[in-house]
């Protein structure tokens, strides 16, 4: 059993290693993709465009949530007027950042982790190394940073969303008073507390979520069952680092140690 | 020095290649020669490591000893950079044609274009349409991989091989998996491909038949050595026992029919 513990251990370290080589070469395909915004235009349409139908959805329901949970608690302490800070505190702090991201994973993560283990098992990445070109810089590259850029962008929608799903229900049918739900949220969130925060960790997600997609992509064995192991593992291992990464960056922010 | 150890006239020479798989050597000290514009074929029985070779010669897996020499350079002493530059240089043509299955025919075959060169649209237009002229599907070049046949699929990636005029290809199985027309096609098209544009060719293959017709020079390699080597003609008449079973198809004799087991009676009374 130990010797079994061992070997887990060992591989896990190892594939962490082989990741840290790819993203270090993924990142180096920046002067290509700067070099061709088309390529990164293309991405940034499938991985984020795509994504903000669903986002806006789930924003608006999450709002709508939000304002519903929020207003049946703070009406006990009278407190109403408060429920467009909470809604947007909540959503630009935490839900945002992290529900967009779960979402990102499932529905772009797991896109890119199949369409590129798909492209290794048809050797079509091979075929393109043959022809000289650089399947990472080519195909990865653009598709990371897309990625990266796409996941503050959907973040913002889903906050935005929310936040008018949030107006929606408290001020249109809890009735909350108009003006208070919003002089109250703009008087109250901070630009560097609450937005940047937000983006920072909306940006963390991005990266680690696509890092993760491309490298499951790339590493997986190129048969059915080892592309559809692939994405399975990008869309559990993203939604964990999500959350453990959430975690220590709200502590790095907001904690007061 | 590289130089002075090729052969004269051989664009490709492979000289004492090692190659392990794990605890198994898929190549023990194999040397070929592959004399420049002519048709090489490497033949041998599945799971040789035929494929392997090609992947060896492309740089894309490196040997455990001994050294592959591409038009006087040492593939696997290269940069990064200089393999790149070496390889826009060689074709390859993959098993399954390794089309990118997101771009239609003509797209395709203009991308190691656009990749590589910087020529206006309407020129690589003209030159994309030349090259599927010459496998002859001009006409296909509006449709998308999958809406392809596996003949048509292999044409379009020889098309796309032959773009940027390389001075070699090398063919993955070219006549595996075609009907007898489409294997027609091919036979004749790696022919004229190779005599009109100058090319040397490699050509890794089972199928004894049709790569008698074409190939100028045949190699037979079993169990990591190469074991018979000649003319077509010559190999048929040769008497080694490995070379006669491969070319007549027997399927019993130095290569077994059994893969190893223990003995017959004693494990099924077992």
Redesign the interface.
Known sequence: MFHRLGEATLNSFEKLGRGSWFLWFTLRGVFEVAARPGLLGAQIYSVGVLTVMLITVSGLFVGMVLALQGYTILSDFGAEETLGVMVAASLVRELGPVVSALLFAGRAGSALTAEIGL?KA???L?????????PVK?IVAPRFFAGVVSMPLLAAIFSTVGILGGHLVGVGMLGVDDGAFWSQMQATLDYRDDIFNGVVKSLVFGFVITWIAVFEGYDSLPTSEGVSRATTRTVVHSAFAVLVLDFLLTALMFGDF | MDEAESDAGCLVTVRNLVFRRGNRKIFDGVNLDFPQGKITAIMGPSGTGKTTLLRLM?G?LRPDSGKILVDGQNVHALGNRDL??L??R?G?L???G????DLNVFENVA??MR??TRLPESMIRTLVLMKLQAVGLRGARNLMPAELSGGMARRV?LA?AIALDPMMIMYDEPFSGQDPISMGVVVKLIRELNDSLGLTSIVVSHDVHETNTIADKIYILSEGKVVGEGTPGSLIRSTSERVQQFMTGAPDGPERFHYEAPDYSGDLLA
Do not use: C, I, N, W
């Open positions: 492209m048809t050797e079509q091979s075929g393109m190394e043959m022809m000289a070109v650089d080519r | 492309g894309q790149y530059e390889r826009k060689m390859m993959f098993q399954s390794a089309l990118l299955t991308f190691p990749e590589h990636a796309r």
